[in-house]
Structures are given as structure tokens and as C-alpha cells.
């Protein structure tokens, strides 16, 4: 299933745009951390990148440090690449490997692998399998910084489209940002913990979703977007990545509410 309802590079870059400081882009404070982290290992070794992230880009594109960027698709590479500092599809310390991450492999382990909500594009079923791979990739000791979206509390969940009209109102939800994403926690499936742009605009209604205007044009920003993502409970997750991995650090970003729901997890690979 396509990312985007769009294919065109440009457009698709043009439409990304629109997502900055909704949940589908990394905040500022997610990205101090994977800085330091990127910073703290030695240049020489050798970095992995799931997706075409261009803020994760940049990081290494300022250091001119060498990485590889996998994705299956090639097309959302190279349009994620005209929103990086480089402003091309690639850019010269960039690599690119076109593959599905459940069946990833590369001639050489790496050292560190980073995924923004990559995670969260596969099912709940594939959790594992994803982890696993992810674990192949590595070299000993290697370590995965994985972000990922968790399920919201159950209380954000079982909301109507009125309540969260009424928590906006009176400034409970305190920005364009969180309601967003509140509107997609109301539309979160529970059999498959799956949300989406395009699974809220179909259970609201465009109709009903009008009423947020002009403050959130939910509709216009996100229609194109095809991004579902598969949030399970984190103490689920953390159950299956401890069996890979060992969970060093828990980052928090700060600047949203919905950031409570969006821990960044520095996974270390255990021994096989
Ligand atoms: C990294 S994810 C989520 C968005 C992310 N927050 C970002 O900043 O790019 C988006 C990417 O996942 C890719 N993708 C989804 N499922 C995939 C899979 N099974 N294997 C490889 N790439 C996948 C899509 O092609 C898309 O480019």
C-alpha cells in the first residue's frame, strides 16, 4: 500500500511540508537526542537510517558521515530528500537500499540503526519478525534507536468528536498539534491498534471534521497521507523488544501532549 496518495516527488515533498509538529514528524527534542547519539558513536562506523526521515538525514549530512538509507520505497526516498538541507533526492553520503524491512539484509553488520515510527508501519503480528531483523542487521553490541507511537490511554480512546470539540474549546487540548492527534486517538482501532489520516477522516467525516476550521484543516493537511500505524500497548512492545534487545534508555520527547505516547527507546542487541 502506498505511503502517499500522490506520487509525484515534488508533491509528495510539498504535502510533508504540512506535517511539521504533527505526530507523523520528529519534534525538535527527538531530534536532540538522536543527534547526540549519532554524535557520541565514532564517524567510522556505520549507520543505517529505516525510511527517508529528512530530519535524521540532516544530522548526518552536516558531518558528511556516510549512511544507508532502506525503505522499499525508492520514490519516498527521493522525495523526503528535497526537504533535507542537501535539497536533493540524495545526497552524496547517502545510500540507498530498496528493501521491506521484514526481509532486510545487508553483506555488512552495522553499528546503529535508527527508525522514526518505522516500527509502526508494520502489523502487531510482524513486531517480531521486524525486531528480529532489525537484530540481524546489527553487529554485536550494535544499537537500534527505536521511536515509536504507543497505544493512548484507554480514557483518549472512548471520546466522542464533541468531547475533544469541548477539551479544545476550553484549552484542555492546547494546540493544532494535539488535535490532531486526538482526533485520530478517537479513531484508534482496538482489535488492530491501528490509527490513521485516512481511517479518521472516514469514521469522523469530513463533514463533522469542518467544525475544527479554520484552526485545523484536517482534511486539506492530511489527505494524501496514507500513513496507518500500528501503536501497541507499550508494555506489550517492551515485552518482545527485551527479547532482542536490552532496553538502555526510555527519551520522552516534551514539546506535545500526544509526546507522552511517543517514547524513544535506545535498544542495545542482546546475544544471540
Ligand atoms: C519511516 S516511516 C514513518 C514516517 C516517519 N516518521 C518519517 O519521518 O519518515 C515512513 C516510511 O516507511 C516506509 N515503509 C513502510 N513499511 C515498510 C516496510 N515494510 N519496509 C520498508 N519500508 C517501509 C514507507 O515507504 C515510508 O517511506
Redesign the pocket.
Known amino acids: 500500500m502506498?505511503?502517499?496518495l500522490t506520487s509525484s516527488e515534488k508533491h509528495i515533498a510539498s504535502e510533508?511540508e504540512k506535517y511539521k509538529g504533527y505526530?507523523?514528524?520528529?519534534v525538535p527534542s527527538t531530534l536532540s537526542y538522536y543527534r547526540q547519539h549519532i554524535h557520541s558513536l565514532a564517524a567510522q562506523k556505520s549507520c543505517v537510517?529505516?525510511?527517508?526521515?529528512?530530519?535524521?538525514r540532516d544530522i548526518f549530512q552536516a558531518e558528511h558521515r556516510p549512511v544507508t538509507l532502506?525503505?522499499?520505497?525508492e520514490?519516498?526516498?527521493r522525495a523526503?530528500g528535497w526537504l533535507t538541507a542537501a535539497k536533493k533526492p540524495l545526497a552524496p553520503n547517502e545510500q540507498f537500499s530498496k528493501?521491506?524491512?521484514?526481509t532486510?539484509a545487508l553483506t555488512d553488520p552495522v553499528d546503529l540503526v535508527v527508525?522514526?515510527?518505522?516500527i509502526?508501519?508494520?502489523s502487531w503480528d510482524?513486531f517480531p519478525l521486524?525486531l528480529s531483523r532489525i537484530w540481524q542487521l546489527l553487529n554485536k553490541e550494535g544499537i537500534f534507536i527505536c521511536?515509536l507511537l504507543v497505544k493512548p490511554d484507554d480514557e483518549l480512546i472512548d471520546q466522542e468528536v464533541e468531547d475533544v470539540w469541548h477539551a479544545y474549546q476550553t484549552g484542555l487540548i492546547k494546540s493544532t498539534f494535539d488535535l490532531a492527534s486526538c482526533l485520530n486517538f478517537i479513531c484508534f482501532d482496538k482489535p488492530s491498534y491501528r490509527m490513521g489520516w485516512q481511517q479518521t477522516i472516514s469514521r469522523i467525516g469530513k463533514d463533522r471534521l469542518a467544525q475544527f476550521k479554520p484552526e485545523l484543516d484536517f482534511v486539506d493537511r492530511f489527505q494524501l497521507c496514507n500513513?496507518r500505524?500500528c501503536c501497541p500497548p507499550q508494555s506489550l512492545f517492551e515485552a518482545i523488544a527485551e527479547k532482542y534487545f536490552t532496553i538502555e534508555e526510555i527519551f520522552y520527547p516534551h514539546e506535545h501532549a500526544y509526546c507522552l505516547f511517543e517514547p524513544v527507546y535506545l535498544l542495545r542487541k542482546k546475544q544471540g
Open positions: 502506498d505511503y502517499m510533508w505526530t507523523v514528524r520528529p537510517i529505516l525510511g527517508g526521515t529528512p530530519e535524521i532502506i525503505d522499499q520505497s520514490e519516498m526516498v523526503m528493501q521491506n524491512w521484514l532486510v527508525g522514526d515510527d518505522a509502526n508501519m508494520v510482524e521486524f521511536h500513513s500505524f
